[in-house]
């Protein structure tokens, strides 16, 4: 019977260590995974320069949410969708800019906060964007006489 005991204690103790790494994964990690608390809007960008899923969105350099999914629309531009906090509203005439942090780092997206008294609601779409520079179109203009 007490080697019964022990295999039990020493299961329920391997089960709770299991549980526990899990859930620090999830919350170290920062994923979802029933849902985030939050509403969806979108932008549409020129360029989306290496923009990818999951990619930060941020607000005066504080992250604010992520970027969900990234599509060719039909007027051939790229349409992303942002999952955006529930606390934190977006105006209307709000500004979506595709950046980098550092000369080679990752690529996030900066929204500047508008003045309008008007918020976008859920499922609603930024209206003015600003698409990711790219510096060897820029370096190629320079060195070829095109600035």
Known sequence: M???DLELVVG???LTGILALGYISIKMGKL?????????????FEKSGGIKAGSVVEI??????K???IRLNTDYQASVELAIRSNVKIQEDAIASIKTKGLIGEKYIQIAPG???KLIAG???IRET???IDLEELISKYVFGGV
């Open 123 to 125: 499922g609603g779409r």
């Open 32 to 44: 979802e995974v029933i849902g985030g608390a939050g509403y969806t809007v979108y932008a549409e």
């Open 67 to 69: 970027v969900k999914s």
């Open 130 to 132: 600003e698409s990711a």
């Open 12 to 14: 329920l103790f391997v």
């Open 2 to 4: 007490r080697k019964f």
């Open 60 to 65: 005066a350099g504080v992250e604010v949410g």
């Open 115 to 117: 003045g309008s008294e």
